[in-house]
Structure formats: structure tokens, C-alpha cells
């Protein structure tokens, strides 16, 4: 069973910036996909980004411009970059892993069989 662990989340101001991790546990990012998720109190989990194995980032469009995911491979961490922080963005964060293709697909939640246990981000004044 493969684990990985988000970190990040927290009290932001509308219009600061965060940086959510996604750590491995026991293995290496560097042949698998990564995708990032949240759900907020009483909705839908949604995906938000993805990023292939081979670096190939995807966007949900309500996040485009907003958001950035990467890789760094020497630290076995995938990241999520928010920019510009606004109250909708509150949620808890999931980064999930699985084999997957040069192509992710943002809001393919099943295509993921390892999971994180969620970090939260709260923006408000």
C-alpha cells in the first residue's frame, strides 16, 4: 500500500498565497501521476490539478491562472501552488497517486488508488 501525506494548509487572507506538499511514503513520484482534489463542507469532492509522471500539468478551469502544480523529483515532492487566495478555495486538500498516463485527467478521482488524509486551507478575514 502505497501512502503520501499533505502538508501546507491553513488560516489565509483573501488574496495571499499558499503552498499545499504532497510527500511520498515508501517510494519514488517519479513514474506516477499526481492529481490534487478538495471538498468543501457539504459539496462535492472536486479535482482542481493533475500532473502526469512525465510533467504534463492539467487545471480545473475555475482554477486556471490561480493555481500551479509541480514536481520536484529530488525531494519526492509533488506541489500546489495557490495564488490569490478567495473564500471559495476554502476546502480540505487531497493529493492522491496512481500509474497513470502522459495525460491526466483533472477530474478522474478513480483513476487514483492511494490517497492522503487531507490538509485544510481556510481563507477568511
Known amino acids: 500500500q502505497l501512502q503520501v501525506a499533505e502538508s501546507g494548509g491553513g488560516l489565509v487572507q483573501p488574496g495571499g498565497s499558499l503552498t499545499l506538499s504532497c510527500a511520498a511514503n515508501?517510494?519514488?513520484?517519479?513514474?506516477?501521476?499526481v492529481g490534487w482534489f478538495r471538498q468543501a463542507p457539504g459539496k462535492e469532492r472536486e479535482g482542481v490539478s493533475c500532473?502526469?509522471?512525465?510533467?504534463?500539468?492539467n487545471y480545473a478551469d475555475s482554477v486556471k491562472g490561480r493555481f500551479t502544480i509541480s514536481r520536484n523529483e529530488a525531494k519526492n515532492m509533488v506541489y500546489l501552488r495557490i495564488n490569490t487566495l478567495i473564500p471559495e478555495d476554502t476546502a480540505v486538500y487531497y493529493c492522491?497517486?496512481?500509474?497513470?498516463?502522459?495525460?491526466?485527467?483533472?477530474?478522474?478521482?478513480?483513476?487514483?488508488?492511494?490517497w492522503g488524509q487531507g490538509t485544510q486551507v481556510t481563507v477568511s478575514t
Open positions: 492522491a497517486t496512481d500509474f497513470g498516463p502522459t495525460r491526466c485527467n483533472v477530474q478522474a478521482s478513480t483513476e487514483y488508488r492511494w
Open positions: 515508501g517510494f519514488t513520484f517519479e513514474t506516477y501521476g
Open positions: 500532473i502526469s509522471w512525465t510533467g504534463n500539468p
